[in-house]
C-alpha cells in the first residue's frame, strides 16, 4: 500500500491529462478517445520510461514521458488549427490542478470577463479603444490585477509602448507589473491590449510552461500509426479540403508487402454488401480493406459499428486492416473512434514543419529514388528549393487575400509530380532546363489550380526565385536571416 501510495502523483496526473482530452469532443465530434485506449497508453509509458531506483526521480520521468507520449499521440488526430489548442489545454488544466491557476482568470481569458457596472470614463482616448479600456476595467476588477488601470492612467506613454510594438508578446510590462505577474497573468493583458496577438502569446505560454516541443508538433508518420495498430483497431483517416491519403496509404501497403492484397471501395448507395463482404474475407484470410468516404453513407454506419465490435483476438487474422476516411461528421460511430487510431493528413503549420513534412514523404524518402538522380549535387539543392516553395504557397494562405486573392488548395500531389519531373529532367539533359521547370511547376503543376491572373504572376514570380541558376551557388540563401539554406555540395541522401 505504502508504494502505491508513492504514485499517487502520476495517477493524479493521468485523471487530470485524460478529462483534458476527454473535451476534445467539444472542439470536433471527431475527437473521441476511450478510457481503455488511454488506459493502454499508460501502461506502454510505464514500460517506455526510463526507470529509476529514486521514486521522485522515476515520477518525474513518467509524467514528463506519458505527458508527452499523450501529446503526440493525441496530435496526429488532430487539425493543425486545433494543436496549439489542445497545447494550452493540457498547460493550463496541469496549472489548475496544482492550483496555480484561478478559474476566474481562466474565465477572463475565454471570455473577456462580465461588466457588472458603469466603467469609468475613458482616460486614454487619445490611443486606447473603448474596447480594450472595458476590458482593463473588467481585468482590474481581478484579484491578480487589482490596481493596473490606475498604473496605466499614471505611465501610459511606457503601455503605450507595448500597446504600439509589432510583438507586444515579447515586450516587458513596465515595472513593477512585469514581475509581479506570471506567464499566465501576463497573457490577459495581452488579450486586453492586443487580442491580434494571442496566438504567438499563447506559443510563448507553452513553451514557458511546457517546453518547446509542445509547440512543434511531430510530422505525421504513417508508418507509425501502423505499427501501433492492431487487427482489432481500425485505423481512419479524417480529411480536410485537398487531403488525399491514398498516395501515401498505396506506398505503405507496397512496402508492407500488402500491395496486392488491400481492396478499396468508396461507400455510397448500395455499396454497403460488398463492403461488408470485403471485410469478411479480409477478417478470415488476411489483407487490408480501404472504405472511403465514411461520411457518404451514414445510414450504412450502425451496420459498419456492429461488424467493427464482433472481431475477435482469436478469429481475426493477424494481418488483417481495416482502413476508414471520412470528412468530419456526427454520424460516424463513437466507439469506432474511441478505439480507432484516428489520423489527420494536413499540411502542417510554420516553414520548418512544412519542409520537414515534405522529405518526409514520398518519393522524397526513398533513398532508391533520391540516389537514382545522376546529377546529386543539382537535385539536393533543387530538391530543397521546390520544399521550400511548397511550403512558402500554403503558408501564403495564412494572410488571406494578402497571399492569394482566391485560397487554393496546394497538396502533396503537386509537390510529388513536381519531384518526379525534375530528377528526369536532370536525368536527360546536361544542362539543367531552368524555363522548362518553371514552367512545368509553375503553370501546370501548382498553376494548373491557380485561377486569378495576379495569382498566377506572384506564384511565377517567387518560384523563379527557387528555380534559377543562383540556387546551384555557394552562398544560396532563401531567408534574410540565413536559416534557411540550401545544402552544401555533396550533401548527399542523408
Given at each position: 500500500?505504502?508504494?502505491?501510495?508513492?504514485?499517487?502523483?502520476?495517477?493524479?496526473?493521468?485523471?487530470?491529462?485524460?478529462?483534458?482530452?476527454?473535451?476534445?469532443?467539444?472542439?470536433?465530434?471527431?475527437?473521441?478517445?476511450?478510457?481503455?485506449?488511454?488506459?493502454?497508453?499508460?501502461?506502454?509509458?510505464?514500460?517506455?520510461?526510463?526507470?529509476?531506483?529514486?521514486?521522485?526521480?522515476?515520477?518525474?520521468?513518467?509524467?514528463?514521458?506519458?505527458?508527452?507520449?499523450?501529446?503526440?499521440?493525441?496530435?496526429?488526430?488532430?487539425?493543425?488549427?486545433?494543436?496549439?489548442?489542445?497545447?494550452?489545454?493540457?498547460?493550463?488544466?496541469?496549472?489548475?490542478?496544482?492550483?496555480?491557476?484561478?478559474?476566474?482568470?481562466?474565465?477572463?481569458?475565454?471570455?473577456?470577463?462580465?461588466?457588472?457596472?458603469?466603467?469609468?470614463?475613458?482616460?486614454?482616448s487619445d490611443w486606447m479603444p473603448e474596447k480594450v479600456w472595458q476590458e482593463l476595467c473588467r481585468l482590474d476588477g481581478l484579484p491578480s490585477f487589482k490596481g493596473i488601470l490606475e498604473a496605466i492612467?499614471?505611465?501610459?506613454?511606457?503601455?503605450?509602448?507595448?500597446?504600439?510594438?509589432?510583438?507586444?508578446?515579447?515586450?516587458?510590462?513596465?515595472?513593477?507589473?512585469?514581475?509581479?505577474?506570471?506567464?499566465?497573468?501576463?497573457?490577459?493583458?495581452?488579450?486586453?491590449?492586443?487580442?491580434?496577438?494571442?496566438?504567438?502569446?499563447?506559443?510563448?505560454?507553452?513553451?514557458?510552461?511546457?517546453?518547446?516541443?509542445?509547440?512543434?508538433?511531430?510530422?505525421?508518420?504513417?508508418?507509425?500509426?501502423?505499427?501501433?495498430?492492431?487487427?482489432?483497431?481500425?485505423?481512419?483517416?479524417?480529411?480536410?479540403?485537398?487531403?488525399?491519403?491514398?498516395?501515401?496509404?498505396?506506398?505503405?501497403?507496397?512496402?508492407?508487402?500488402?500491395?496486392?492484397?488491400?481492396?478499396?471501395?468508396?461507400?455510397?448507395?448500395?455499396?454497403?454488401?460488398?463492403?461488408?463482404?470485403?471485410?469478411?474475407?479480409?477478417?478470415?484470410?488476411?489483407?487490408?480493406?480501404?472504405?472511403?468516404?465514411?461520411?457518404?453513407?451514414?445510414?450504412?454506419?450502425?451496420?459498419?459499428?456492429?461488424?467493427?465490435?464482433?472481431?475477435?483476438?482469436?478469429?481475426?487474422?493477424?494481418?488483417?486492416?481495416?482502413?476508414?476516411?471520412?470528412?468530419?461528421?456526427?454520424?460516424?460511430?463513437?466507439?469506432?473512434?474511441?478505439?480507432?487510431?484516428?489520423?489527420?493528413?494536413?499540411?502542417?503549420?510554420?516553414?520548418?514543419?512544412?519542409?520537414?513534412?515534405?522529405?518526409?514523404?514520398?518519393?522524397?524518402?526513398?533513398?532508391?529514388?533520391?540516389?537514382?538522380?545522376?546529377?546529386?549535387?543539382?537535385?539536393?539543392?533543387?530538391?530543397?528549393?521546390?520544399?521550400?516553395?511548397?511550403?512558402?504557397?500554403?503558408?501564403?494562405?495564412?494572410?488571406?487575400?494578402?497571399?492569394?486573392?482566391?485560397?487554393?488548395?496546394?497538396?502533396?500531389?503537386?509537390?510529388?509530380?513536381?519531384?518526379?519531373?525534375?530528377?528526369?529532367?536532370?536525368?536527360?539533359?546536361?544542362?539543367?532546363?531552368?524555363?522548362?521547370?518553371?514552367?512545368?511547376?509553375?503553370?501546370?503543376?501548382?498553376?494548373?489550380?491557380?485561377?486569378d491572373d495576379s495569382d498566377r504572376r506572384c506564384l511565377m514570380t517567387n518560384l523563379f526565385t527557387f528555380y534559377n541558376p543562383e540556387v546551384l551557388g555557394d552562398d544560396c540563401s532563401f531567408s534574410?536571416?540565413?536559416?534557411?539554406?540550401?545544402?552544401?555540395?555533396?550533401?548527399?541522401?542523408?
Open positions: 500500500d505504502e508504494a502505491r501510495q508513492g504514485y499517487r502523483p502520476v495517477a493524479e496526473r493521468g485523471s487530470v491529462l485524460f478529462f483534458c482530452i476527454s473535451a476534445l469532443a467539444n472542439i470536433e465530434p471527431m475527437y473521441q478517445y476511450s478510457l481503455t485506449w488511454f488506459m493502454n497508453l499508460f501502461v506502454q509509458s510505464i514500460q517506455m520510461s526510463e526507470p529509476s531506483s529514486d521514486l521522485s526521480q522515476r515520477l518525474e520521468n513518467l509524467t514528463d514521458f506519458f505527458t508527452y507520449f499523450l501529446y503526440k499521440m493525441i496530435c496526429r488526430s488532430l487539425f493543425e488549427k486545433d494543436k496549439l489548442l489542445f497545447s494550452v489545454m493540457l498547460a493550463t488544466r496541469v496549472l489548475e490542478s496544482t492550483g496555480k491557476l484561478d478559474a476566474s482568470e481562466m474565465h477572463f481569458l475565454s471570455t473577456g470577463g462580465v461588466s457588472v457596472g458603469e466603467p469609468p470614463a475613458n482616460a486614454l492612467t499614471m505611465m501610459p506613454h511606457k503601455w503605450k509602448e507595448v500597446y504600439d510594438s509589432s510583438t507586444p508578446q515579447n515586450e516587458s510590462l513596465p515595472a513593477p507589473w512585469h514581475e509581479k505577474l506570471s506567464d499566465f497573468h501576463r497573457l490577459l493583458v495581452l488579450r486586453c491590449l492586443r487580442p491580434d496577438k494571442l496566438v504567438p502569446g499563447f506559443m510563448g505560454f507553452v513553451q514557458a510552461i511546457s517546453g518547446q516541443r509542445f509547440v512543434e508538433p511531430p510530422p505525421f508518420n504513417l508508418a507509425d500509426c501502423f505499427a501501433d495498430s492492431s487487427a482489432l483497431t481500425p485505423l481512419i483517416f479524417v480529411l480536410s479540403p485537398g487531403a488525399d491519403p491514398m498516395a501515401s496509404l498505396l506506398k505503405l501497403a507496397e512496402d508492407k508487402g500488402f500491395g496486392n492484397k488491400m481492396q478499396t471501395i468508396s461507400l455510397g448507395q448500395g455499396q454497403g454488401p460488398i463492403a461488408q463482404k470485403m471485410v469478411e474475407d479480409a477478417y478470415t484470410n488476411g489483407g487490408w480493406v480501404v472504405l472511403q468516404n465514411c461520411h457518404l453513407y451514414p445510414s450504412w454506419m450502425p451496420t459498419l459499428e456492429r461488424i467493427t465490435e464482433e472481431f475477435k483476438v482469436d478469429t481475426a487474422h493477424s494481418n488483417f486492416r481495416l482502413w476508414l476516411t471520412s470528412y468530419p461528421s456526427d454520424k460516424f460511430p463513437v466507439t469506432i473512434l474511441q478505439n480507432g487510431i484516428k489520423m489527420t493528413n494536413e499540411p502542417p503549420k510554420g516553414l520548418r514543419q512544412n519542409l520537414l513534412r515534405s522529405f518526409l514523404s514520398d518519393p522524397i524518402s526513398d533513398e532508391e529514388f533520391y540516389n537514382a538522380c545522376t546529377k546529386q549535387d543539382e537535385f539536393g539543392r533543387m530538391l530543397y528549393g521546390l520544399c521550400f516553395f511548397h511550403a512558402f504557397v500554403q503558408e501564403r494562405r495564412k494572410f488571406g487575400p494578402l497571399g492569394w486573392n482566391i485560397p487554393y488548395e496546394f497538396n502533396e500531389s503537386d509537390l510529388r509530380i513536381s519531384v518526379r519531373q525534375l530528377s528526369m529532367f536532370l536525368n536527360e539533359y546536361d544542362e539543367v532546363q531552368f524555363k522548362a521547370l518553371r514552367y512545368l511547376t509553375g503553370e501546370c503543376n501548382y498553376g494548373g489550380r491557380v485561377t534574410e536571416s540565413g536559416l534557411f539554406t540550401a545544402p552544401p555540395i555533396g550533401a548527399g541522401y542523408d
